[in-house]
């Protein structure tokens, strides 16, 4: 029989060796190696089941009877949550909610499982960070009053046996860096805690077909206390983001296998919790200054709904021999390549200037359809005009200059019309054959045509 073999393992990032080392070679931790040991194979008897699925060996894809993806999900009751879940809560799925400490995610979470036990489910909230009597304020301070279980304690082995007691129909764990296995020896929130945690829910959400929703802090590189460890077990994985400043939080897809990872939900955190944004672009551009250089209206595509967002460049007499290139929501790199291509082709001499980019509310544009509304607002800073504060722009620009046409165009003028834009400026080439006629829409070809758009004959174009 095989010896017990001896190993050190690192309990920031899992790392292993034979030997114990002061610094981790893997994540760079110092005094960070424990001893442990390892368990000898057992010898492989008759394997019947799968553990996690209860699948007994092979089948045929088309001999599986039962009903569809849409006739088992079940709907949350907040929309902007059944948004970015491709339609609602499958049974028996994993969904990790991620986020900085603090933005809300325990809000949420709380706010879920009320709408679920008002609609009859049964749903238990295990807390392995906050006292019951902490939960209670919480829930008294958002209005909830429905009935939901609570168990407040960090071992899994409690929680399970609680689980299997009470059989729930929903169950959310908050967090995972505060559970821990008995048979795990490193501290909770360490990585072998984290995912042999993780691994246990998964078979507890499987043998159960039980939903759960995992709670999941974010540390500022992303890395061993946040869900980016347990990315691969989930099935869903969303995040919450959104700057605590601001009032507004987006909850984005980042993995789905039951439906769509692009989409996205906005709520707006109130004293009474969070509540769900039905017009978005009114949000983003509701402090909006009209009539002031720099400023340029881009509607983008989140998911399957346009949002209108607005981009803000300062173009401003650099004092250093390197000058700066800010961007906030707005990718540093793509900053760089539009200012060499707006610097060659027009002319303009952005050598010596400090640029800063912010996408206002903190919102965080990643299409490349914001290429051009972005060098729209650098000209309209570098030469103090203001553009035309009912003028949409969108398009990708290329390294030669030209406007490149961008997905979901119908859609874009569609919803700046819908906002009282008068003018969009976009890329030549699309079908705007569904467009209304009390939008002017222009299109252009190459960047070298945008200083005669914007600028010429502003003053018919002031009030639209």
Not at 105 to 118: E, F, G, H
Not at 223 to 248: N, S, W
């Amino acid at each position: 029989m095989t010896k017990n073999k001896k190993r050190f393992v690192c309990t920031n990032c899992g790392f292993s060796s034979v030997k114990w080392l002061g610094r981790c070679p893997e994540c760079g931790q110092w005094d960070c190696m424990e001893e442990r040991h390892e368990m000898p194979l057992q010898e492989s008897g008759d394997i019947t089941t799968n553990p996690i699925t209860g699948d007994t060996g092979i089948t045929s894809l088309a001999d599986i009877n039962g009903p569809s993806e849409e006739e088992v999900r079940f709907l949350t009751g907040i929309g902007e949550l059944d948004r970015v879940l491709g339609g609602g809560i499958v049974p028996g799925s994993l969904v990790l909610l991620g986020g900085e400490p603090g933005i809300g995610k325990s809000t949420l979470l709380l706010q879920v499982l009320a709408r679920l036990a008002a609609k009859g489910h049964r749903v238990l909230y295990a807390s392995g960070e906050e006292s019951s009597s902490q939960i209670r304020l919480r829930a008294k301070r958002l209005g909830i009053k429905e009935d939901i279980m609570l168990i407040c304690q960090p071992q899994f082995e409690v929680i399970s046996k609680h689980v299997q007691e009470s059989n729930p129909d929903v169950l959310a764990v908050d967090s995972i860096q505060t559970m821990y296995c008995q048979d795990v020896s490193s501290l909770p929130g360490s990585i072998g805690q984290v995912k042999a945690t993780a691994s246990k829910l998964i078979h507890l959400a499987k043998g159960l077909t039980m939903p759960i929703f995992i709670v999941g802090h974010v540390t500022k590189d992303g890395m061993i206390a946040g869900p980016r460890t347990l990315e691969h077990l989930m099935d869903t994985v969303l995040y919450f983001e959104g700057d605590r400043t601001q009032t507004f939080r987006l909850l984005r897809t980042v993995k789905n296998r039951f439906g769509p990872t692009h989409e996205i939900g906005i709520f707006e955190m109130k004293d009474s919790g969070l509540e769900e944004v039905n017009n978005p672009s009114d949000l983003f551009l509701e402090h909006r200054n009209i009539d002031v250089p720099g400023s340029a209206i881009f509607p983008c595509i989140e998911g399957t709904r346009p949002l209108l967002v607005e981009i803000q460049a300062l173009v401003n007499q650099s004092y250093m021999a390197l000058p700066r290139r800010t961007t906030a929501g707005f990718d540093s790199n793509r900053l760089a390549l539009l200012t060499a291509v707006t610097e060659k082709l027009l002319g303009t001499a952005l050598f010596d200037k400090d640029i800063f980019v912010n996408v206002a509310g903190g919102f965080k544009i990643t299409e490349p359809a914001g290429d051009l509304p972005l060098i729209c607002a650098i000209l309209s800073s570098f030469y103090e005009k203001p553009l035309a504060h009912t003028t949409a722009i969108f398009g990708e620009v290329g390294l030669t200059g030209e406007v490149r046409p961008v997905s979901n165009m119908e859609l874009r003028i569609k919803e700046a019309q819908r906002l009282g834009m008068k003018r969009c400026i976009m890329p030549m080439g699309a079908s705007i054959k569904k467009i209304k006629k009390d939008i002017e829409v222009m299109q252009l070809s190459h960047i070298s045509m945008l200083p005669e758009l914007l600028f010429e004959d502003k003053n018919k174009n002031k009030d639209g």
